[in-house]
Every structure is written in structure tokens, then in C-alpha cells.
């Protein structure tokens, strides 16, 4: 899969320049302006991609920058991007705003990405599997539909989604593979 | 996944229309200006939708009586209700409620009416549509609390006349919901608990309590109601279905029971002008094998019950009612886990 998110993944040096910046902008709120301009694209887009509309997700984005502000103080460098706690804290957001019926919840699926997947499980693409797997992803639960989501369509790496799910590595390839076991059974035309 | 919307092939917003959203400014502003509930700010006035009226009210003492519930006189002390003490609790009479940053109160359902003498009251009036601290509509509504430890204004709707007073409760960062009048219920048994190098549950907080009216549900036979989120069968009085479902004790008392397949199934076995018969049977609680006849052709399928989204809320109140409660002691102290982020809970040691 190729990396498109190559923002994420910085040097050691950029982590560390971020740090001063982080630092500064627990002195000085407004100093998160730099921060907020660099990761506003990401996290918007991550926000849109589970939301219908585009207002809302405006709306959220800017609620999760709200949230990232007031807990700042709270944050502890840990070697990690500030962008995997940025998508934490929009991944609370969202899941907030789904459970109190705020806004419901959609996912963005492209064609060349359910051929993928089909592929990986095995099956030939077809026009009849592809409408059994976009109903299949409606008996995913939410983390599992979320694990395929940054796997499939959003073409984040292992080390990206662990990060994002505050989960190791291994336990994200673990459960990637049980999504797409489920999926496999799930994508069976014939039930007799 | 109920309600889930597939967008297949949406083309992609461009950066600059992204940007056009941003604004550092407004998010500076909020995250640094304290939220007021929506009847404070100025503009909200020009609506016209009534007068607000800020009271203070004394309310008169009402006592609390619920069943297998020990009274206490908590007449001389506070309540203090913070990120370490978030359960739906009793306010008594002369008590105290102080909250700290990191709590959220919200969510005051409209039946209760607070008993608290000293806490000072914001009925929303004349009109009986709520607003939320964002103006839109709604039943429910919140208040964002600011300051810490302070007697805090609540908002009730108005006229309230209930017995009791429910503070639902969260956290600000995780919101942890803690819902229901006296119940924690425990729910989604399946999470993955993730144990990190010394041992310890690193997706789950510890709540200490030292004050708890806690009711936690114990068993019941009825199987818990889901919503329909894909294609259902539905008989009706068709093929005597519905009679054959009455002798399924998980299912006693349900209406307007559907059946969802587990694997999704070609769009014409939906169709029921397609089949002279369907026969049901039970697997196990919860999964059901439906066989479908046409001539000699015979499909089987498993499906499990659920409920379409009319029916879903009387399901629900059947389910609820069902339980029989145990509780815990008033004024014994324990701990209970949530997840951290917020999700569906479980209580590991009430």
C-alpha cells in the first residue's frame, strides 16, 4: 500500500522541533496557532471522511482544536507525532457526537478500495461481491469498520494506526486480520 | 452499525476548500473564554423567544424514599462531585453541590426536580422548547461547569415536580456517560481489555467512589433489544411466525419483532411473495435459523431478532423493566473501571 500520509511520519529532529513548539504553546495558547495551522488539513479530513456533511465536520474540527487547547497541559511528549493525539482526541469527538445522535455516521469507500479488499479476502471481484461487502460493513462493529477505514481507505500504516488506537503494533495487525476473516465469511453469496 | 451512510466514490474536498473553514481565532476564543449556557449570550435575546428569568429558589425539603434504599442525613455535609466521584447520586436536603474543571453536568432528564436547597436554579421559561449552549433545539440540554468547586447553577426545566434528582455526570475529556436513574449497566462484554508492561488496564480508568447509590442490573431471560440496520425479514401474520416466536422465552412480551440476517443475503429472498412457507427454529438465544420454501427448493438462513426503529424504544422499556436490581451500599467505598475514551463501559467491580 502506497504511504500517502507522508506528513505523519517525521524525522527525529521535526519531533523535537515540535516539542519546543508544544512547550511554547502551554505557556501561550496563542502559540498553538502554528499547530493548529499545520494539522488543521489532516484532522479536518479525518473528521470528514466519517461525516456527512461539511459544515459539521468544520464544526467538529474546530471543537476537537477546542478540546486539544484546554487539554494541552495534559499532554506529555512521549516520541510520538502530536498529530496521533490530535486524531485521538477527534476520535473521542466523533464518537461523542454518534452516540447522542448528533451526527450519524458515514464512511467514504472508493472502488478500486472494495476490489482491494476483496482481493485480500480472497474473492474475485465482482458486482455481486461488492454489493455483499458494502453490506457487510454495515455488521462491522465500530472499531472494527474503524481499523478497516485507516487500513483500506485511508491507507495509514501499522505504526500510524497504532498510534491513532493507542494499541501496539502487533495488536493492530492482529485484529486487521480478523476484520478481513470476518469479512471473508460475511462476502458468501450462497447460504445453503 | 445503525444508520451507517456508504459513500461510494465522493470525490474528495481540495485543500483550499478545507481551509476556507479555518478560523484560529473563534477556536482561541471558546477554549479560552469559559462556555455560558446559551440564555447568557446576548444574542439569543433577540429571538424573542421569552424572557429568561434567573431565580433563585428555595426549595422545600421532599423526602426521599426508594425501595432497598437506606436513608442517610447528609443535612451537614457538601457533595462534592468531581472526576473521581462521577455516579448518579441522591442530592438531599441542605446538601451541596460542588463540582469541579474537569465535570460536566448535562443531560437532566425533565421528570426529576432538584432537592437541593442551596443550589441556585436557571429556569428556562415561558417557552417549553429547550435550547442546548450551541441555540439549537432539542430536549436536552448542558451546562458547561467553569469554575471549580463552587455551588453550581443548574438548569431544570421548568415546573419540574418530581421526587428526585438524577446529576448525570461526565467527564469533560473522556464523557464518560453514566445514564440511567440507578443503574451503571453494563454493556459491550466483548471489549478488548489492553494490559500495558506492568500488568495494568491501559484503556481503562479507575473511578473511586466513596458515596454510591448504585443499582446494578442482575439477570434477566429477555434477550436486549437491537435496532435493525440493514434489510429485515418481516411476517407479520404470515406463516404463523409470529406464534412460533411466543414460545421463545428471551422474546416473551416483544411486538413488532424482525429478523435481521447475520450474512448478508441476495435483495429477492427479502421478498415474501417469493415463498409458500417459512419455518423458524432456535439455534441458540439470540440466533435463529429461518428456512424459506418454494416447491422443493428450500434456502436457510441465520438471523438474529431485532427491531425496527418505531418499535425499538417499547422494546427497550420492556427490556429495562425487566431487570430486578440489587444495590450497593449507600456510604461504602469502591472502584469501578470505565474506558477511556469515552465508549460503551463495563463495571468490573461495583
Known sequence: ?192 | MEDLKINRDKPDLTDEQILKHRNFDSVLDKAITPQLPWYKLGKYWAFGFGTIVILTVIIASLTISTENVESKDNSNKSLIVNSNNLNDTIVAKDEEVLTDENTEVFNMTPEVSIVNTKLNLVIEMPSSVMYNSSGEETNKYQVNVVSKNIPTDIELPPFSNSERFILKLSYKESSVELFGADAILVKNQDIVLLENERGEWKNLERIEYDKAIVSVDSNTSLLAPVMATSQIFSFGEEYGIKEKVKDFEELAGYENIVFQAKKPLPNEWYNKDMWEDVKIEKITKGIYKLELYKLDVIKTCEVEVVFEKSSFEKANQIYLSSFTHKESTNGKKGYFYVLKDGGDYIVLYP
Open chain 1, 1 to 192: 500500500m502506497e504511504l500517502i500520509n507522508k506528513k505523519y511520519h517525521h524525522s527525529k529532529s521535526a519531533i523535537q522541533e515540535e516539542e519546543v513548539l508544544i512547550k511554547k504553546a502551554k505557556q501561550n495558547p496563542r502559540d498553538f496557532g502554528v499547530l493548529y495551522e499545520k494539522y488543521y488539513v489532516q484532522i479536518f479530513r479525518y473528521i470528514f471522511k466519517r461525516l456527512e456533511d461539511e459544515n459539521d465536520a468544520a464544526d467538529l474540527t474546530s471543537q476537537v482544536f477546542v478540546k486539544a487547547i484546554q487539554s494541552l497541559s495534559k499532554y506529555e511528549f512521549r516520541g510520538v507525532p502530536f498529530s496521533a493525539w490530535l486524531h485521538q482526541i477527534a476520535r473521542n469527538e466523533l464518537n461523542l457526537a454518534f452516540r447522542s445522535k448528533k451526527y450519524f455516521r458515514s464512511v467514504d469507500v472508493e472502488s478500486n478500495q472494495i476490489n482491494e479488499i476483496l482481493e485480500e479476502c480472497d474473492y474475485e471481484p465482482n458486482e455481486e461481491r461488492t454489493e455483499l461487502l458494502l453490506n457487510s460493513l454495515r455488521l462491522l462493529d465500530k472499531d472494527e469498520l474503524e481499523l478497516l477505514e485507516m487500513r483500506y481507505f485511508e491507507k495509514r500504516p501499522f505504526q500510524e494506526v497504532s498510534e491513532i488506537l493507542n494499541i501496539s503494533v502487533n495488536n493492530a495487525k492482529v485484529k486487521m486480520h480478523r476484520v478481513i476473516k470476518k469479512l471473508r465469511g460475511l462476502v458468501n453469496p450462497e447460504m445453503d
